[in-house]
Each structure stands twice: as structure tokens, then as C-alpha cells.
């Protein structure tokens, strides 16, 4: 089955700028969809294929697929930016949704 | 504005059922497909199954085949999730969430979520 790695946790100070990344044989070829969990809610879409922000989304989030690798960028991160990060594909090859793991945004 | 309210979840003992349904509201709920995610206590997101609009298409992940049964009724704008021979490892918040469209694959709209205790 399709597997998305993403690194557990990454630190950043305010201001600057966020990289998640989302690891994936091929996953350039396939359409990445971004979630961000703030702790006790339910999870809010980010980023849509590849890097279409929906409506109401800052600006400062943007999205990138190529290889096998995807990430996910925050720019000027503020401290409301700290939640958790999943990404997601769909797999054809198994007719399955896969989230990735998760990774927790920490600002400093 | 798109609301997704789940109920029906709660404490349930091993081997045992439990039927969790999703009401849908602020949007025409027969032209989207919609989705359960589940989270296990202190876990990532999971996918457990999705559904298209007319319910002709159906996919489970491996974990629940043969256990859970998505279906929806879109008269009543409502979405289910048949949960049978439960095991504590299907301890978790469920989420319905709804697709951006028929079979998109992302899931723009979430409701609050569920806990199923699965315990004896």
C-alpha cells in the first residue's frame, strides 16, 4: 500500500517561515490535499491540489508537489499557526485514501 | 454555511455494534460524496471509507472490510456508517467529512466529530 512519510515535529520562530514536508514514491504524479488539527478540533483543508489555497486561508500558506516530495510552506508564521499537519492522497493502485502521519508545528 | 453533525457514538463492549450517522445541512448533500475519518487517542488522521453520490461507488480501508457498511440516504441529507464486530482498536473520533465534490478525494468540510469507546 501507498505510504506518505512526514517528519513528526518541526520547530519555527515567529516570522519566519515553516517546511513540511510529505515523502512519497512518485508523489509528484499525484494530487496532495493539506489538513491542519488545531489540539480538540476537527481538521481544516489548507492546501488542495497541490497548492490551491481554499477561500479564507491566508496567503501565507503554499503548497508543492514534484518527485517525491510535497511540502507544505507557512510564511511569517504566527503563534495561532501551531497545530498538527497531515497530508493526503488518494492511491488508485489500492482504491484507498492515505493520510500521512502528521506533523506537528511547534512556533517558538 | 455547511454544517455536518455526527451522533450515535459511545461506549460499546468488543464484538459488539453501532450505527453512527452524520446529518448534513447549508448545502445539497446528493451532489458531493462524502467520507468517515476515524482518530484513534493521541493518533493521526485515519481514512475508513467513502461513498459517492448515488452510493454506486464504495471503498473501505483494509482495517474495517467486511466489519463497517458506509451508506447515505439523500432524501434526508444523511450519512451512516454500519459498525459491526467492534474491536478496541476501533477506539476513536470519527469525523464525517465531505468531498469537494463526486469522488475528488479531499475532504473540504469536517463535522465536530464522535468518540466510539470500544471497551469492556
Known amino acids: 500500500s501507498y505510504v506518505l512519510t512526514q517528519p513528526p515535529s518541526v520547530s519555527v520562530a515567529p516570522g519566519k517561515t515553516a517546511r513540511i514536508t510529505c515523502g512519497g514514491n512518485?508523489?509528484?504524479?499525484?494530487?496532495v490535499h493539506w489538513y491542519q488539527q488545531k489540539p480538540g478540533q476537527a481538521p481544516v483543508l489548507v492546501i488542495y491540489?497541490?497548492?490551491d489555497r481554499p477561500s479564507g486561508i491566508p496567503e501565507r500558506f503554499s503548497g508543492s508537489n514534484s518527485g517525491n516530495t510535497a511540502t507544505l510552506t507557512i510564511s511569517r508564521v504566527e503563534a495561532g499557526d501551531e497545530a498538527d499537519y497531515y497530508c493526503?492522497?488518494?492511491?488508485?493502485?489500492?482504491?484507498?485514501?492515505?493520510f500521512g502521519g502528521g506533523t506537528k508545528l511547534t512556533v517558538l | 454555511e455547511v454544517q455536518l453533525v455526527e451522533s450515535g457514538g459511545g461506549l460499546v463492549k468488543p464484538g459488539g455494534s453501532l450505527r453512527l450517522s452524520c446529518a448534513a445541512s447549508g448545502f445539497t448533500f446528493s451532489s458531493y460524496s462524502m467520507n468517515w475519518v476515524r482518530q484513534a487517542p493521541g493518533k493521526g488522521l485515519e481514512w475508513v471509507s467513502s461513498?459517492?453520490?448515488?452510493?454506486?461507488?464504495?471503498y473501505y480501508a483494509d482495517s474495517v472490510k467486511g466489519r463497517f457498511t458506509i451508506s447515505r440516504d439523500n432524501a434526508k441529507n444523511s450519512l451512516y456508517l454500519q459498525m459491526n464486530s467492534l474491536r478496541a482498536e476501533d477506539t476513536a473520533v470519527y469525523y464525517c467529512?465531505?468531498?469537494?465534490?463526486?469522488?475528488?478525494?479531499?475532504?473540504?468540510?469536517w463535522g465536530q466529530g464522535m468518540l466510539v469507546t470500544v471497551s469492556s
Open positions: 493526503q492522497v488518494w492511491d488508485s493502485s489500492s482504491d484507498h485514501v492515505v
Open positions: 467529512a465531505r468531498d469537494s465534490g463526486d469522488l475528488e478525494w479531499l475532504c473540504d468540510s
Open positions: 491540489y497541490d497548492s
Open positions: 461513498i459517492s453520490i448515488s452510493s454506486t461507488y464504495i
Open positions: 512518485n508523489i509528484g504524479n499525484k494530487s
